[in-house]
């Protein structure tokens, strides 16, 4: 029984260390506003779109590494401007990162 409670109390203790830590990152993603750039055509309509992936990829210039699964788009973006994104951390942790699509020449 002894050695069980100790498990449980090492395991309860690892998952607040996890969750510390997801917040620490949440905490970072929410600080930071990523432009990514776009070709545009007339009255400023995307060639494409962005998506989680792009997103991704983005955050992992910035050093920090996010799972495109991770990335949560109902549709991929295809408009200029600010848009909200929402990146879940794990444990229940999530966060939201300003993604500024901008044209690209």
Known sequence: KRQ???ERVKAEAREQD???AARVVAATIEALE???GRRVGENETLFGSVTAADVAE???ARDLEVD???VQLADPLKTLGEHV???KR???VSAEVKVKIV???
Request: charged share 30%; glycine share 12%.
């Open 34 to 36: 990523v432009a990514i």
């Open 90 to 92: 794990g444990q229940g």
């Open 4 to 6: 069980v409670e100790r």
């Open 58 to 60: 983005a955050l992992a």
């Open 18 to 20: 996890e969750i510390k």
């Open 68 to 70: 495109r699964r991770k």
């Open 85 to 87: 994104v929402v990146v």
């Open 103 to 105: 044209a690209a020449g």
